[in-house]
């Protein structure tokens, strides 16, 4: 269960990513991850209230949760976007998706004595391995070094909330729509901050206005990779290992390519191995 959950938010999450076309040029970094964490929140808190569910975070777990959120969300994917608009979508994502689950899988060994076994590493080995064939690395004029920093920022975050995440999961009877809510609180704080600060330095917040077109993708891109794509990645880790979590969800760019080919676009040989890889690396840690 907790693998199909997982590899769910890692479509949603492929899915999303072809629907913020313009955005992430026409806005700014902070106040694109604003807009999408405030109405995912709103979304979040209103099911949290309408469905009987019983809320189980003491404030110390509350605050803690939304610090998560703070650097997971918040400055994680702030970071991420800023990356997306140096180096692009291929080279930040490779750099990204292949570090997290490592930094994941170490600390959580020495943290929250989790335990892997060597199936699930040579698992987690294949996994990577062919999101990263199907990413592949596009060369530049010159190696944009602030654009890797950020995108190395964006892992160790990543990393962190999918962390402080897994151990109030499994530890507590905190709830995973709750927590989903908690950490979105906090990406959202983070942004008000920045975005407020950047108003006290009257430094200008780029926004051009998008057509209906682009909107609606928006909308869309923001309802499936933070509304339902961050529930699923609080699930995910509810049910698995945090390393185990992180990989498969790390699988995206797999879901790209075969949404490339659905969409009838031009897929490589070299993707269509990826696909086999990642399939084959999918089976070991199902059956590991």
């Known amino acids: 269960m907790g693998i199909a959950v997982a590899l769910t938010a890692a479509f949603f999450w492929a899915l999303s990513a072809r629907f913020y076309g313009h955005s992430t040029a026409q806005w700014s970094v902070l106040l694109l991850n604003f807009s999408k964490n405030l109405i995912a929140v709103i979304v979040l808190a209103v099911l949290l209230w309408l469905?009987?569910?019983?809320?189980?975070?003491?404030?110390?777990?509350?605050?803690?949760?939304?610090?998560?959120?703070?650097?997971?969300?918040?400055?994680?994917?702030?970071?991420?976007?800023?990356?997306?608009?140096?180096?692009?979508?291929?080279?930040?994502?490779?750099?990204?998706?292949?570090?997290?689950?490592?930094?994941?899988?170490?600390?959580?060994?020495?943290?929250?004595?989790?335990?892997?076994?060597?199936l699930h590493y040579a698992g987690i080995f294949l996994v990577l391995l062919a999101s990263d064939l199907a990413i592949g690395w596009r060369h530049h004029n010159r190696l944009d070094v602030v654009a890797v920093l950020f995108a190395i920022t964006a892992a160790c975050c990543q990393a962190?909330?999918?962390?402080?995440?897994?151990?109030?999961?499994?530890?507590?009877?905190?709830?995973?729509?709750?927590?989903?809510?908690?950490?979105?609180?906090?990406?959202?704080?983070?942004?008000?901050?920045?975005?407020?600060?950047?108003?006290?330095?009257?430094?200008?917040?780029?926004?051009?206005?998008?057509?209906?077109r682009q909107s609606t993708k928006l909308i869309l891109a923001i309802f499936l990779g933070t509304v339902i794509g961050v529930f699923m990645l609080q699930w995910s880790l509810d049910l698995l290992s945090a390393g185990l979590a992180q990989t498969l969800l790390a699988s995206s760019p797999l879901f790209a390519v075969i949404i490339a080919w659905l969409n009838k676009e031009r897929v490589t040989r070299r993707q269509i191995a990826a696909l086999c890889v990642g399939f084959v690396g999918v089976a070991v840690i199902s059956f590991a």
Do not use: C, H
């Open 51 to 118: 469905l009987p569910i019983n809320y189980s975070a003491d404030l110390d777990t509350a605050l803690i949760l939304i610090f998560s959120g703070v650097i997971g969300i918040g400055l994680g994917d702030t970071a991420l976007f800023a990356s997306l608009n140096r180096i692009g979508e291929q080279n930040t994502l490779l750099i990204a998706e292949t570090l997290a689950p490592f930094i994941v899988i170490t600390l959580a060994f020495f943290l929250l004595s989790e335990t892997l076994t060597w």
């Open 160 to 212: 962190t909330g999918a962390l402080i995440s897994r151990y109030y999961l499994s530890t507590t009877e905190l709830g995973v729509l709750e927590s989903a809510v908690w950490r979105l609180a906090g990406g959202l704080l983070f942004t008000v901050v920045g975005l407020g600060y950047l108003r006290l330095k009257k430094q200008s917040i780029r926004f051009q206005p998008l057509n209906r």
